[in-house]
């Protein structure tokens, strides 16, 4: 989900609670916060040596022993109206960190409106080979390449 898709989510159901849904279908606790709210940028050099860029709106998610403690579409929505200094580029994909044993990184793959709330859908993210030509497997989605194309690492024989 794309920061403006969620802005608009939240404002279209604003005096709903806000909750968010594990891949396994458990639920994060209803007493969670959003601890940070952050723009993510990345630049890495894939194993078939390609220059690439990723920037993403990561929102951190920790329980508290505040078990009363509920937060709202419309709550959530001014939080990320601070973030816009800082978070110009509507267009990047929303993503959702949280603790359950281990930090992990989710990507938000759909949203339910329910009378009471909205709540948002996460799946889990996963690795990929980002030169899957130079390794022998089928084409797969890439991230857009910076520049021009660069002297692979990995050969034909595989990474």
Do not use: N
């Not at 606790?29 to 993510?40: A, D, I, M, N, Y």
């Not at 949280?98 to 759909?110: G, K, L, M």
């Amino acid at each position: 989900m794309k920061l403006s898709e969620l802005k608009s989510l939240l404002s279209e159901h604003s005096a709903r609670f806000f909750r968010i849904q594990l891949p396994d279908g458990a639920a994060v606790p209803l007493s969670f916060h959003v601890t940070e709210v952050g723009r993510v940028h990345k630049t890495f050099l894939d194993c078939g040596g390609t220059l690439r860029e990723l920037t993403t709106c990561q929102l951190q998610v920790w329980v508290g022993p505040d078990y009363d403690h509920r937060i709202e579409t419309g709550k959530m929505a001014a939080i990320l109206e601070k973030a816009k200094a800082y978070l110009p580029d509507e267009s990047v994909p929303v993503e959702v960190e949280y603790e359950d044993r281990v930090i992990s990184q989710y990507a938000i793959e759909d949203h339910e409106i329910t009378d009471e709330a909205v709540i948002l859908k996460l799946a889990h993210k996963h690795t990929e080979c980002l030169a899957p030509e130079l390794c022998g497997l089928p084409a797969l989605t890439r991230l857009p390449a910076i520049g021009g194309s660069k002297v692979p690492c990995c050969g034909p024989g595989g990474c």
